[in-house]
């Protein structure tokens, strides 16, 4: 599947519920065809979201998005069917929660999803190697995952070059997508690193003017402005 890089992708995590679909609309409006689906259970971190009848309904809102899911999650494999079927075109596990991370990629694939690694603040991205042929997308953690709206995590850069440098050396295809504390003052540098695809949940949502702040975050993504901030 092709894109045109780098991607916007907000995290609806972020968003107001109670007027989902019209903020979803006025995202997509905007230009963004890329949603991301923050899953948490209460176990493998601190918070509990949302399921897989949000994931369906933000399908029936908008069904010509992209729907990244992101399972924060113990015991992904058995619920991966429940996101697929509700409509995910992309479907992504920790490696800190995934006993057989092969087995598990593999059962993706074999629900006609695209397939994501991710790796917390904590966990070093030279532990994927064995899996970097396999996935779709690596999805690099900026924040500690379980709450929306905390600072980014600085050496998370070095993360992103490290990661791709790897992809360079191996002759992967995968997507680089970072998550957490994304925002006007670090995107551009965030791309300049390798970034392809950006997830924002509070820098979009919380906005006075969201159409304004996508453009605003789409501009300096493609440009890198924020380094001459």
Same mark, same amino acid.
């Given at each position: 599947m092709n894109f045109d890089l780098p991607i916007l992708a907000p995290s609806i995590l972020a968003a107001d519920f109670l007027k989902l679909g019209e903020e979803l609309k006025t995202c997509s409006d905007a230009g963004i065809s890329w949603f991301h689906c923050d899953i948490m259970d209460g176990h493998f971190v601190p918070n509990i979201s949302y399921g897989p009848a949000i994931v369906s309904t &933000?399908?029936?809102?908008?069904?010509?998005?992209?729907?990244? &899911?992101?399972?924060?999650?113990?015991?992904?494999?058995? $619920?991966?069917?429940?996101?697929?079927?509700?409509?995910a075109d992309l479907i992504s596990v920790h490696y800190e929660t995934c006993k057989h991370l092969h !087995?598990? &990629?593999?059962?993706?694939? *074999?629900?006609g999803c695209m397939t994501g690694v991710v790796v917390n603040?904590?966990?070093?991205?030279?532990?994927?190697?064995p899996i970097l042929n396999e996935v779709d997308l #690596?999805?690099?953690? +900026? &924040?500690?995952?379980? $709450?929306?709206? *905390?600072?980014?995590?600085?050496a +998370?850069?070095?993360? #992103?070059?490290q990661l791709a440098e790897l992809r360079q050396e191996g002759g992967h295809n995968f997507l680089i997508e970072i998550d957490g504390g994304v925002g006007l003052k670090n995107i551009g540098k965030l791309t300049e690193a390798g970034?392809?695809?950006? #997830?924002?949940? +509070?820098? #979009? $949502?919380?906005?006075?003017?969201?159409? +304004? !702040?996508?453009?605003?975050?789409?501009?300096?993504?493609?440009?890198?402005?924020?380094?001459?901030?």
């Open positions: &933000v399908r029936d809102a908008e069904p010509d998005a992209f729907l990244d &899911v992101h399972l924060m999650i113990e015991n992904p494999d058995n $619920f991966i069917e429940e996101f697929a079927d509700a409509g !087995r598990t &990629v593999q059962s993706i694939k *074999q629900l603040p904590a966990t070093s991205v030279d532990l994927l190697k #690596v999805l690099i953690m +900026s &924040v500690n995952p379980g $709450f929306g709206g *905390q600072a980014f995590i600085e +998370s850069y070095d993360k #992103v070059r970034v392809d695809i950006l #997830v924002a949940g +509070s820098s #979009v $949502f919380k906005a006075d003017d969201i159409p +304004s !702040r996508i453009s605003e975050l789409n501009a300096k993504a493609l440009t890198g402005s924020d380094k001459l901030a």
